[in-house]
């Protein structure tokens, strides 16, 4: 074994038997636009081939070493026509600029893109979002408000067609459109999704066939023999909180103490301002699971005070659903400041299956984006689930605005 090399805590029998050295080639093929990308490469150890790892750690270090994790994910590419010659950036040369473009066109209207968006036309950067759909697996309210909010900030949005060519005409890249328009920028991002990056690791030495979503684990997070996988390459949900959640799931698994992995209750935000939080399932999925499903929407401005102590002119929507059947919240969202902060109420009022009762009977400080939670559970729509119904959050509040589905 050459200096610097340590074998992972595999199996010896899921080793080869000869020491294959494998490197990886990184491309940067396509990625010719200027950008003062590259951050130097990190002196962590990395896996070079099956049971070999290259590490400036000692060896006796590394062999302390007991899980088998995997790298994650890379920028998934289309097969658009036209795209590698006119150079484009993925989310990494994006968040590594240190100058800005004087535009950028977006393909795929995803987290990364709109966040990215939201952030270059603030710094007054010319931005359009091409896709197919916008927020597609939200409820549909989230995307007709998320729409509103990049439209506010100047981004031209080209929902509904798909990109179909790319070409450079002097210093731009033009996009053409299915649906005969076409959009034009210095810059082209493409963040249309991320793919496990589970080739070239040799994982089907260890009984491992990753599929095109990456490698199948069960509620432990186990992959196989002696093998754990966590994070972006099990396909499971792509945040860094579901794949720090799986390593708490597999180290316990591997410390003997085995817990089953639930992901009912995964918060999702946007972090575009203001910030998407939501948490478990919209409507549309709740019935599609044959869930007796009631909802109820709020908007924030006329039946809350907090708002104002963030805007002049405030906006805002809280929307929750509920399984009238088992009397337990299912699904929640919220569109306000801070709303990955406080949609955590829902997140342990779904995970924990606490009554819808004893949630409406709980007292929420005025004024605060949580008493939005309570109202909103106050207005579902079945007397047999409704307690202590309160119509309004506070008494200098008038007018409320509540829309029951
Ligand atoms: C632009 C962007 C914004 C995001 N924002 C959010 C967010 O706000 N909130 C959120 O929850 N999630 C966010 N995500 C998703 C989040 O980054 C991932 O879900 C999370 O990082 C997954 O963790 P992971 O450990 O599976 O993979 P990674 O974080 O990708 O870690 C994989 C690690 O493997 C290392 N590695 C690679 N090759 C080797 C090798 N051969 N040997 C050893 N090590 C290797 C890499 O250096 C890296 O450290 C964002 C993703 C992107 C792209």
């Known amino acids: 074994m050459p200096p610097g090399s340590v074998a992972l805590g595999w199996t010896s029998s899921a080793l080869p038997s000869t020491a294959t050295t494998w490197s990886r080639t990184t491309t940067t093929r396509g990625r010719s636009q200027s950008t003062r990308a590259g951050a130097s490469r990190s002196s962590r150890p990395r896996a070079e081939s099956p049971g070999r790892v290259a ?9 302390r070493t007991r899980s088998s994790s995997l790298p994650a994910q890379r920028a998934a590419i289309p ?33 990364v ?3 990215l968006a939201q ?13 197919p759909s916008l927020a597609a697996r939200e409820d549909p309210a989230v995307g007709e408000r998320l ?40 810059v082209l991002v493409v963040a249309v999704g991320r793919r496990p990056r589970t080739q070239g690791f040799g994982l089907e030495t260890v009984g491992i066939q990753p599929g095109p979503r990456g490698i199948q684990v069960d509620d432990y997070c186990r992959a196989g023999d002696g093998v754990w996988a966590i994070g972006d390459c099990t396909g499971t949900a792509q945040f860094t909180h579901v794949a720090k959640y799986q390593g708490r799931i597999a180290a316990s698994d591997i410390c003997g103490r085995p817990v089953k992995a639930d992901y009912r209750a995964v918060p999702r ?18 019935r599609e699971q044959d869930i007796d499903a009631v909802s109820a929407v709020i908007d924030l401005p006329t039946t809350i005070a907090r708002p104002y102590t963030y805007e002049e002119n405030p906006h805002g929507t809280f929307a929750v659903i509920a399984d009238r059947d088992r009397g337990v919240l299912v ?75």
């Open 119 to 131: 952030f270059l036309a603030r710094f007054g950067v010319r931005c359009a979002i091409v896709d």
């Open 147 to 186: 729409s509103q909010i990049l439209e506010d900030d100047g981004i031209r949005l080209e929902i509904g067609p798909r990109a179909e060519a790319v070409r450079t005409e002097g210093t731009e890249r033009v996009v053409s459109l299915d649906n005969g328009g076409q959009v034009r920028a210095e």
């Open 269 to 286: 935000v946007l972090f575009t301002e203001p910030e998407i939080a939501s948490v478990g399932l919209t409507e549309t999925d709740a």
């Open 113 to 115: 893109s709109v966040e």
């Open 79 to 111: 097969p658009i026509p036209g795209l590698e010659e006119a150079g484009y950036w993925t989310n990494r040369e994006a968040t590594a600029i240190s100058e800005l473009p004087s535009s950028a066109v977006f393909i795929g209207g995803g987290v």
């Open 55 to 63: 590490s400036r750690l000692t060896a006796e270090r590394w062999r």
């Open 331 to 405: 699904g929640a969202w919220a569109l306000a400041p801070l709303a990955g902060e406080w949609i955590h109420q829902a997140v342990l009022a779904i995970r924990a299956e606490i009554p819808l009762s004893v949630l409406r009977d709980t007292i929420q400080q005025f004024p605060t984006f949580a008493e939005a939670f309570g109202l909103a559970l106050r207005q579902l729509p079945d007397e047999d689930m409704l307690v202590g119904i309160d119509h309004c959050a506070h008494p200098m509040i008038e007018g409320q605005r509540v829309e029951v589905r």
